[in-house]
């Protein structure tokens, strides 16, 4: 049966709308990503609409420490996540355990697993929580980079590459080595492999004031990690709907106080992933998530503001 002109008329406004959504975050792809929120599992249907949205990359975190001990277990885990994603295109980066901090037997044996699982399910990146340490143990600081030379080199031999992120305190709490972007970068460089590099997280950068560091340390970035929030609220700064403590918020891109227009030019012409984090109760629609990003993540063009 023939289509009614109004029908027809939709069809053609849904596939203009379309096009311009696929026109809107043509410029960040293949680089934009979307993280699966921890206690997710990445279903078929659930990637192939991450795909669908217009993202290239997704995130998913591995099994907590004891787990990836457990060397058969592990792939067994691996394996059946490289099955799912086999169904799509995306890229896989894997998010480690945010309490896996190298530097003593039980750790090491656990990132050891992390490599395996890596390796077997054939991620891009590892993300890894370094340094998060209080300032002052450099004892402690000095194992974690004892045991990261010895596990960077097993990560270049399989073909993987580490991400060290910069961190920020979810609540205010005493800062540590991981808060300040240039400690992690530095130890990037120390490290001196091309199995490591740096994991900038521009939303907690923004919580410690880090926001400037970004541009001296673009070269060692591998990754960005994307979010928003209301910096270190020192004010009190509030806003409806989220929590009136909580710093580390991971709200979408330009729901918080975030300076875009000075990082998107940096972001722009770089071409490391852009990972964005976003808690799933703050996240909008797919869709619409990934036109927002494209939006704040394109420079301004002079001139277009006057």
């Given at each position: 049966?023939?289509?009614?002109?109004?029908?027809?008329?939709?069809?053609?406004?849904?596939?203009?709308?379309?096009?311009?959504?696929?026109?809107?975050?043509?410029?960040?792809?293949?680089?934009?990503?979307?993280?699966?929120?921890?206690?997710?599992?990445?279903?078929?249907?659930?990637?192939?609409?991450?795909?669908?949205?217009?993202?290239?990359?997704?995130?998913?975190?591995?099994?907590?420490?004891?787990?990836?001990?457990?060397?058969?277990?592990?792939?067994?885990?691996?394996?059946?996540?490289?099955?799912?994603?086999?169904?799509?295109?995306?890229?896989?980066?894997?998010?480690?355990?945010?309490?896996?901090?190298?530097?003593?037997?039980?750790?090491?044996?656990?990132?050891?697993?992390?490599?395996?699982?890596?390796?077997?399910?054939?991620?891009?990146?590892?993300?890894?929580?370094?340094?998060?340490?209080?300032?002052?143990?450099?004892?402690?600081?000095?194992?974690?980079?004892?045991?990261?030379?010895?596990?960077?080199?097993?990560?270049?031999?399989?073909?993987?590459?580490?991400?060290?992120?910069?961190?920020?305190?979810?609540?205010?709490?005493?800062?540590?080595?991981?808060?300040?972007?240039?400690?992690?970068?530095?130890?990037?460089?120390?490290?001196?492999?091309?199995?490591?590099?740096?994991?900038?997280?521009?939303?907690?950068?923004?919580?410690?004031?880090?926001?400037?560091?970004?541009?001296?340390?673009?070269?060692?970035?591998?990754?960005?990690?994307?979010?928003?929030?209301?910096?270190?609220?020192?004010?009190?700064?509030?806003?409806?709907?989220?929590?009136?403590?909580?710093?580390?918020?991971?709200?979408?891109?330009?729901?918080?106080?975030?300076?875009?227009?000075?990082?998107?030019p940096l972001l722009e012409h770089h071409e490391a992933p852009l990972m964005l984090e976003i808690e799933p109760s703050h996240r909008p629609g797919l869709v619409t998530l990934a036109e927002l990003a494209a939006d704040l993540l394109r420079p301004v063009p002079?001139?277009?503001?006057?």
């Amino acid at each position: 049966m023939p289509r009614s002109p109004s029908t027809r008329k939709a069809s053609s406004r849904n596939r203009h709308r379309k096009s311009l959504h696929m026109g809107n975050i043509r410029v960040m792809n293949p680089r934009l990503g979307l993280n699966l929120h921890r206690n997710h599992w990445p279903t078929a249907h659930a990637l192939k609409a991450h795909e669908a949205a217009g993202f290239a990359w997704v995130q998913v975190h591995t099994p907590p420490s004891p787990m990836l001990c457990g060397r058969e277990r592990t792939r067994l885990h691996a394996r059946a996540l490289r099955r799912v994603l086999d169904t799509t295109g995306l890229q896989l980066i894997l998010h480690a355990p945010d309490d896996l901090t190298a530097g003593a037997p039980k750790q090491d044996r656990a990132f050891e697993g992390l490599l395996d699982y890596a390796a077997e399910a054939r991620a891009e990146l590892i993300v890894v929580h370094a340094l998060n340490i209080p300032l002052g143990d450099r004892d402690r600081a000095a194992a974690e980079e004892q045991s990261l030379h010895r596990l960077t080199a097993r990560a270049r031999a399989l073909d993987l590459t580490l991400a060290l992120e910069n961190l920020a305190p979810v609540y205010p709490a005493s800062p540590r080595i991981c808060h300040d972007p240039l400690a992690v970068r530095d130890l990037v460089r120390r490290l001196g492999s091309p199995a490591a590099g740096m994991l900038f997280d521009i939303g907690h950068a923004h919580i410690t004031g880090k926001v400037d560091t970004l541009k001296r340390c673009a070269g060692d970035i591998v990754l960005f990690h994307v979010h928003d929030n209301l910096g270190a609220r020192l004010n009190g700064l509030e806003a409806p709907g989220v929590d009136p403590l909580r710093l580390d918020l991971h709200l979408a891109p330009g729901a918080g106080s975030l300076p875009w227009h000075r990082v998107a030019p940096l972001l722009e012409h770089h071409e490391a992933p852009l990972m964005l984090e976003i808690e799933p109760s703050h996240r909008p629609g797919l869709v619409t998530l990934a036109e927002l990003a494209a939006d704040l993540l394109r420079p301004v063009p002079v001139g277009a503001a006057a």
